[in-house]
């Protein structure tokens, strides 16, 4: 909590938008969601990239003939 509306960091890293926001119920942590499919993690105190969740993309193998 802050005593401004300023911001106080700027969470950077999607490659698209942002569609999802959530804190952490102890307020220690932030989720962000993004366009590009990506969930980042970020310390809500320093704003630090914690840990990013990449979408994996999974192709069927075709069995021979």
Known sequence: ?????????EL???SAGVFAVAFRPDGK????GGLDGV????DAE???LVKEFV???ITPA???K
């Not at 909590?1 to 960091?9: G, Q």
């Not at 942590?29 to 962000?32: E, I, S, Y």
């Not at 969930?39 to 970020?42: E, N, Y």
């Open 1 to 9: 909590k802050t005593d401004t509306e300023a911001p106080l960091h």
């Open 12 to 14: 950077k890293g999607h």
């Open 29 to 32: 942590q932030v989720a962000t």
């Open 39 to 42: 969930v980042r993690l970020f």
């Open 46 to 48: 320093t704003g630090a």
């Open 55 to 57: 979408p994996v993309t």
């Open 62 to 64: 075709v069995a021979g």
